[in-house]
Nanobody
Framework: QVQLVESGGGSVQSGGSLRLSCAAS????????MGWFRQAPGKEREGVAS???????TYADSVKGRFTISQDNAKNTLYLQMNSLKPEDTAMYYC?????????????????WGRGTQVTVSS
């Protein structure tokens, strides 16, 4: 199993930047895909970005060109660099991981989750 702990959330003004981190521990060697999701109050959890073991990435249309997902395998850490933040990016952000040999964009594609870190963007 793998344990995930997010950090780096906070409050910023529109146009600002934040970098989220997700520290993974446990059986990380066999992880196939990791991703970031977010959930705003009253809304469903949605995929933001994912990265496969081979480094391939996918992004939600709403964050393309503004967010960048990356991973440091030596540190077992996943990152999400968020630039040009907008009020609609306000949400709880979750790190997720899966051992399955696919890198989907839906919550049910991932079996392991962190507790989340709050991002608030004010206008």
């Amino acid at each position: 199993q793998v344990q995930l702990v997010e950090s780096g959330g906070g409050s910023v003004q529109s146009g600002g930047s934040l970098r989220l981190s997700c520290a993974a521990s446990g059986y990380t060697a066999a992880l196939f895909c990791m991703g970031w999701f977010r959930q705003a109050p009253g809304k469903e959890r949605e995929g933001v970005a994912s990265i496969g073991r081979d480094g391939s990435t996918t992004y939600a249309d709403s964050v393309k060109g503004r967010f960048t997902i990356s991973q440091d395998n030596a540190k077992n850490t996943l990152y999400l660099q968020m630039n040009s933040l907008k009020p609609e990016d306000t949400a709880m952000y979750y790190c997720a991981a899966t051992y399955r040999d696919s890198c989907g964009s839906l919550p049910q594609d991932f079996g392991y989750w962190g507790r989340g870190t709050q991002v608030t963007v004010s206008s």
